[in-house]
Structures are given as structure tokens and as C-alpha cells.
């Protein structure tokens, strides 16, 4: 690629803060809570779109508060949250389920609005419509960070900061060695969520548990589409026949989620493969691709399945959201060996049931890897490998591909966020580093504040 050189300036330093964090979706919320818990801190949350959230936002529920064997293993802030957004009727219950363990569905709107009031409430300052662009590093330290935004190049200078960008940006600028994909670099595909409104929910219930045989489930018995929120997996049978007729479907399953409306559905079901998110030419391209397939999407649906003969597109996420895209090299890699087996770990730091989930980066398809209990998230997957006061919280803490394809979920990302912003604190208070904190206080912090550690007290 061709390059200039850009002339060194002095820039304006925004703010001093003891945390900053970079990214405000479901990690970055509860980090920011966390750290500001004692409101001895000043704890500073930067994020690069006009709202809080991240794909809190896009009309997907949180999957998983509950663990394969129903019991609830995502609690702490996380519930918190949840609670205020039932008090205004904006969550549902967390209702089981075979394929996802559980589904807890959330108003989007109410969702951006909800975390504003738990930064107000806590303190946090928030700056939106800005990008972290850059880091300062000294030594192994990062000393701030670079942002842009209409104002400019500035920095904002922090003691710890943790990044929450789902990318890895902070740590990628830092010097930290991220990854992407599996062996060949293929990461899950993106995809561009969107509503349907008129649709007679009630039929789509009948047809699954009527004629379960046409209309398929993969793992889920038809029973559980009778009452409650549900999300369809499966209609295989159905996108073949629409393939067949020439419609081109991009997924091999019809995965539907149910809204807070009761004529309300949420798409989950276009899919640009090869997309890369750190790349702005490559993610434009997948918005471009997602928006054709959205249409096709809805022919298909209106045609084929039960229910979505009058239904019509209502709303479109605010952006395509995004799977997979970095994740950091930490002070330890998780693995699917560690999910599969229930690995227990001392420096846990949440708990979590999600099983492996991977959509296929290329094709249609997804490879489920189901465990039979939860299990434990160490504290070394937020601790990058150098740099020590940095923490990497979301789903570009340190997993391998099919590792994050369990611990990407919200309710696990919420947690994690928790425990950094936890351990970003504690560590302040201790002063040491983040990856010196004592890992027990953390933990006794985490419990204090409600959340779930398998059977330490
Ligand atoms: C299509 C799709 C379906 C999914 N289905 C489900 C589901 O049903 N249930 C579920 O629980 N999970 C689901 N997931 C997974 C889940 O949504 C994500 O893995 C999770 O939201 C990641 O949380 P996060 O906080 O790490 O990142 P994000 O939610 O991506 O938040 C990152 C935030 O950082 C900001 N940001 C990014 N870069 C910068 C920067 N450089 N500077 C400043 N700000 C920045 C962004 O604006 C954003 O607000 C799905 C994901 C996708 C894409």
C-alpha cells in the first residue's frame, strides 16, 4: 500500500482517568460498573457508535444465564441489569432451552437506556462517536489511549484500561499478539439482524409441534415451542425446498427469535462469509452483501414458513453484527478441551454453560458441541501476555476459535466484563498491576456482588 508521513503534533489530553474503558457492549458495560463500584475511582467509558450497548443492540437475546443443567451460572451485574430492564418490561424470563440452555429476551431500545443509567448511577463518564485509535505504551505498560472523533486527535491518559472492543483494538495497537479464525484464518460469519412485524406466531407454534417431522428442530423437542419465547433452529426441510425453487439462502438453518411484541420476530439468518471486521473495506462490503440478502430472506420466509404470510420488515439493526474477529494472547488460552471437559480453574472468575457453537466460515452450517455441566473461566484470559495493566474483557479475551465460539455469548462476555472491571479496581486499591491482583480478593469481590462461582463461597 502506498504510504505518506504524517508530521508529529502535540496533542490535546482529553482527560486523566484511574480506568478507562474502551467499548461500551454488554463487556464493556459491566467492566465500567465494576470498576466504579466503590466510586473511588475515576472510571471513563469510550465508545465509537451514537448509543451504549454493542449487540445488546441488534434484537438478539442473551442466551445462557442458565447452565445445561438449568441452574443459573451468569448472575452477579449481569442479573442486575436484567432486573432493571424487567422492571420496566423490557427482559423476559430466562427461559430453558435445549439448543442455547437458555433465552432471555430484551427490548434493544431499553437496553441502551439501561446502561446509561447504571454509567449515571455509578459515576462512569461516557464519551460516544469516538474511536480508540491508538495506544501509548511505555515499557510494558500502556500509559493511554489515542482517540478520533469530531474533535480530532486527542489522549486520554489512563493508570489501567481495559479493552472491551470485541476486536482486540486496544490490545492489537498495544503490541499484544492477537489471533483470528481457525487454523486457515476462517471466522464465523457476520450477520445483519432485522424484524418482522404481522407475523401469527401462534401458527409458526402449531406447524412445529404438529408436524414436527416437516418443520425440524435439530435438538429441540417440539414441546418447547408451545407457550414462551422460543428461537427456531432448524426448517431445513424448508430452505432446501426454497433452494430448490432458486432462492438463494445463506444459512442451512431457519433461526427465528421471538420479540417482547407478540407479532415480533427477530431474523437471525443473513450470513456474509469471509467478512473481517478489523478491515473497513471488507465489514462495508458484508453491510452491502447483508442488506440484498435481508429481502431474499424475507421472500423465503413469507413463502415457505407457516405464520410470515402477511408478515413485513419492521426494523434493521443498527449494524451487521459481528462473530468472530481478534482475540488475544493471554497469560492462557482457553480451549474447547477446557469447555468440553468442565476443567475447573483456582482463578476463576465466572462460570458459564454455553456450548461450543460454531457457524461454519464457510458454507451455511454450524457445529454444535454440547457439555454436560458448566464450567470455569480463568482470570488469565483477560491478563495479556505482555502489557500489564491492560485487561481484555469480551469476546476477544484469550480462546482459541472454537473455545470463543462458547464464551462469545452476552451473558459470559457480562461476566467477564464484571470481573475485569472488578480486578481493574482491586488492583488500584492493592496497588499492583492487574495481572499481579490477588485473584482471591477478586473472587470474593465477585461473589460479594452476587455472581456465581460454581461451589467457592
Ligand atoms: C449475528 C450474531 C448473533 C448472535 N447471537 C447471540 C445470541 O443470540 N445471544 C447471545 O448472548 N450472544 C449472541 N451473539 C454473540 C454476542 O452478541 C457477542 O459475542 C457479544 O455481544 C460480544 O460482546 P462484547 O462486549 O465483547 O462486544 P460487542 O457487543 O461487539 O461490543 C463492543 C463495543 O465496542 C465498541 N467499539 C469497538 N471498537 C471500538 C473502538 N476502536 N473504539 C471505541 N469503541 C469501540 C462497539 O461500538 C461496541 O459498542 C451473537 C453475535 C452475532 C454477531
Known amino acids: 500500500m502506498k504510504t505518506i508521513k504524517e508530521p508529529a503534533r502535540e496533542l490535546n489530553v482529553r482527560a486523566e482517568v484511574d480506568v478507562l474503558v474502551a467499548g461500551g457492549g454488554p463487556a464493556g458495560i459491566m467492566a465500567a460498573v465494576a470498576a466504579a463500584k466503590d466510586k473511588k475511582q475515576r472510571v471513563m467509558l469510550v465508545d465509537s457508535r451514537g448509543f451504549l450497548g454493542g449487540n445488546l443492540t441488534i434484537g438478539l437475546p442473551i442466551l445462557a444465564f442458565l447452565g445445561p443443567k438449568g441452574n443459573q451460572v451468569i448472575r452477579g451485574e449481569a442479573q442486575k441489569f436484567i432486573d432493571r430492564m424487567r422492571a420496566k418490561g423490557a427482559a423476559g424470563e430466562h427461559k430453558r432451552c435445549k439448543n442455547h440452555m437458555s433465552l432471555t429476551i430484551i427490548d434493544s431500545e431499553q437496553a441502551k437506556t439501561t446502561a446509561w443509567e447504571m454509567m449515571d448511577e ?5 464519551l460516544l462517536y469516538t474511536f480508540v485509535v491508538d495506544t501509548i505504551v511505555e515499557g510494558n505498560a500502556v500509559k493511554g489511549v489515542i482517540i478520533e472523533s469530531k474533535a480530532g486527535r486527542e489522549a486520554i ?3 489501567t484500561v481495559i479493552d472491551c472492543t470485541g476486536d482486540g483494538d486496544v490490545a492489537f495497537h498495544a503490541g499484544v499478539e492477537c489471533h483470528k479464525g481457525d487454523k486457515e484464518g476462517g471466522m464465523q460469519p457476520p450477520t445483519l439482524m432485522y424484524s418482522m412485524r404481522g407475523v401469527e406466531v401462534q401458527k409458526l407454534r402449531d406447524a412445529i409441534c404438529n408436524d414436527p417431522k416437516k418443520y425440524d428442530m435439530d435438538v429441540m423437542p417440539p414441546e418447547q415451542f408451545r407457550q414462551g419465547h422460543f428461537i427456531t433452529v432448524g426448517l431445513r426441510g424448508c430452505i432446501k425446498e426454497a433452494q430448490e425453487q432458486g432462492l438463494n439462502i445463506p444459512v442451512a438453518r431457519t433461526i427465528l427469535i421471538t420479540g417482547l411484541k407478540e407479532d ?4 437471525n439468518m443473513t450470513r456474509v462469509n469471509g467478512v473481517d471486521s478489523t478491515r473497513p473495506e471488507s465489514y462495508t462490503n458484508g453491510e452491502h452483501e447483508a442488506r440484498k440478502q435481508m429481502y431474499e430472506v424475507a421472500e423465503y420466509l413469507h413463502r415457505f414458513v407457516p405464520g410470515f404470510e402477511k408478515a413485513y420488515i419492521a426494523e434493521v439493526a443498527p449494524f451487521m453484527g459481528i462473530r468472530e474477529s481478534r482475540v488475544i494472547v493471554g497469560k492462557y488460552i482457553m480451549t474447547a478441551e477446557d469447555i468440553l471437559h468442565m476443567k475447573h480453574f483456582d482463578d476463576a472468575i465466572a462460570v458459564a ?3 461450543v457453537d460454531i457457524h461454519h466460515a464457510k458454507g451455511g452450517d454450524c457445529t454444535m458441541l454440547f457439555c454436560d455441566d458448566a464450567y470455569d473461566i480463568p482470570y488469565r484470559v483477560l ?10 474483557a469480551g469476546r476477544c479475551s484469550s480462546m482459541n476459535h472454537e473455545a470463543m465460539a462458547a464464551t462469545r455469548v452476552m451473558s459470559t462476555c457480562m461476566a467477564l466484563g464484571e470481573a475485569a472491571g472488578t480486578a481493574a479496581r482491586i488492583a488500584l486499591e492493592e496497588g499492583v498491576a492487574p495481572s499481579k491482583v490477588d485473584v482471591a480478593a477478586v473472587q470474593k469481590a465477585l461473589l460479594a456482588n452476587g455472581a456465581y462461582l460454581g461451589d467457592r463461597k
Open 264 to 267: 415480533e420476530i427477530w431474523v
Open 383 to 392: 491478563v495479556p501476555e505482555k502489557i500489564e495493566n491492560l485487561l481484555v
Open 157 to 159: 491518559l489512563a493508570k
Open 353 to 355: 454453560g454455553y456450548p
Open 122 to 126: 455509578a459515576g462512569v463518564t461516557v
